[in-house]
T-cell receptor, first 113, second 113 residues
Framework: AQSVTQLDSQVPVFEEAPVELRCNYSSSVSVYLFWYVQYPNQGLQLLLK??????LVKGINGFEAEFNKSQTSFHLRKPSVHISDTAEYFCAVSDDGTYKYIFGTGTRLKVLA | DGGITQSPKYLFRKEGQNVTLSCEQN?????MYWYRQDPGQGLRLIYYSQIVNDFQKGDIAEGYSVSREKKESFPLTVTSAQKNPTAFYLC????????????FGPGTRLTVL
């Protein structure tokens, strides 16, 4: 069965600085990967997804992620963060053979003025 | 506008009472899901349904029940057998297939008094 690890539970960063949120998944022959954002007391919103093809995936709000098969990683990056990016970010992988997602435990991004 | 609605936004329950959380979608999605979210634990799957009149237990189904009588609706009942029901509950839906992303509702926060 798949698993997802988000090592950083909290990431503080100053406004306009770059940020990287890390995500590692367990190995699989084929894998579909997703990043979601959650603002306080709201549902999750899709930022981007990797299905196949180019390993660099661009998403909404200036975020991008790079799929690295050899390192089984799918890290999320943004070159310059804003206060409004303060939220919790979840990495997810689609489980082999089912419609289930496996979610990481989330990374709380706090952007400081 | 297409989307997922959950009601109510906030719900209070006395111990020993059953309570039903509503989830409706107009995205014409076949698959629907219920997740429980607790601080620091990410999202845990309670139940999911891939088609009308069929559903499967997720990772933490004990103390919960669901029905899927209509494509658009997937209500979750939190029974008195659930020992620690206070949490944030999220409903999601998706098209068929592993590559389809899940769309989330705004969530229901359940508090047991």
């Amino acid at each position: 069965a798949q698993s997802v690890t988000q090592l950083d539970s909290q990431v503080p960063v100053f406004e306009e600085a770059p940020v990287e949120l890390r995500c590692n998944y367990s190995s699989s022959v084929s894998v579909y990967l997703f990043w979601y954002v959650q603002y306080p007391n709201q549902g999750l919103q899709l930022l981007l997804k990797y299905l196949s093809g180019s390993t660099l995936v661009k998403g909404i709000n200036g975020f991008e992620a790079e799929f690295n098969k050899s390192q089984t990683s799918f890290h999320l990056r943004k070159p310059s963060v804003h206060i409004s990016d303060t939220a919790e970010y979840f990495c997810a992988v689609s489980d082999d053979g089912t419609y289930k997602y496996i979610f990481g435990t989330g990374t709380r991004l706090k952007v400081l003025a | 506008d297409g989307g997922i609605t959950q009601s109510p936004k906030y719900l209070f329950r006395k111990e020993g009472q059953n309570v039903t959380l509503s989830c409706e979608q107009n995205l014409n999605h076949d698959a629907m899901y219920w997740y429980r979210q607790d601080p620091g634990q990410g999202l845990r799957l309670i139940y999911y349904s891939q088609i009308v009149n069929d559903f499967q237990k997720g990772d933490i189904a004990e103390g919960y029940s669901v029905s899927r009588e209509k494509k658009e609706s997937f209500p979750l009942t939190v029974t008195s057998a659930q020992k620690n029901p206070t949490a944030f509950y999220l409903c999601a839906s998706s098209g068929q297939g592993r590559s389809n992303e899940q769309f989330f509702g705004p969530g229901t926060r359940l508090t047991v008094l």
